[in-house]
Nanobody, 115 residues
């Protein structure tokens, strides 16, 4: 069974920073692509950032340079750093994992930025 576990969400202050992490577990599991999606209140879910096992990254249209995605292949873990937090960053952030043609999702972690 593949498990996708997120952590790091919570309440952030505008101008501060937050770091999210997501670990995909399973002894034989390998993630070819990992990343983050988000869904803001009243909005559709959108891609935030994706990163391949080779380190290729792609950011969503609504994402600025304040977002940085990275991963640790050995730990099968993906990270998302959000700097200079803004209220519009408020959303539920979902971890995305693609491996062996299968897609897995985390349960979502709430990020709330107060102004």
């Amino acid at each position: 069974q593949v498990q996708v576990v997120e952590s790091g969400g919570g309440l952030g202050q505008a101008g501060g920073s937050l770091s999210l992490s997501c670990a995909a577990s399973g002894s034989t599991f390998r993630s070819d692509l990992m990343g983050w999606y988000r869904q803001a209140p009243g909005k559709q879910r959108e891609v935030v950032a994706l990163i391949s096992s080779g380190g290729y990254t792609e950011y969503g249209n609504g994402v600025s340079g304040r977002f940085t995605i990275s991963r640790d292949n050995a730990k099968n873990t993906v990270y998302l750093q959000i700097s200079s937090l803004k209220p519009e960053d408020t959303a539920v952030y979902y971890c995305y994992v693609y491996s062996a043609t299968k897609t897995y999702w985390g349960q979502g972690t709430q990020v709330t930025v107060s102004s």
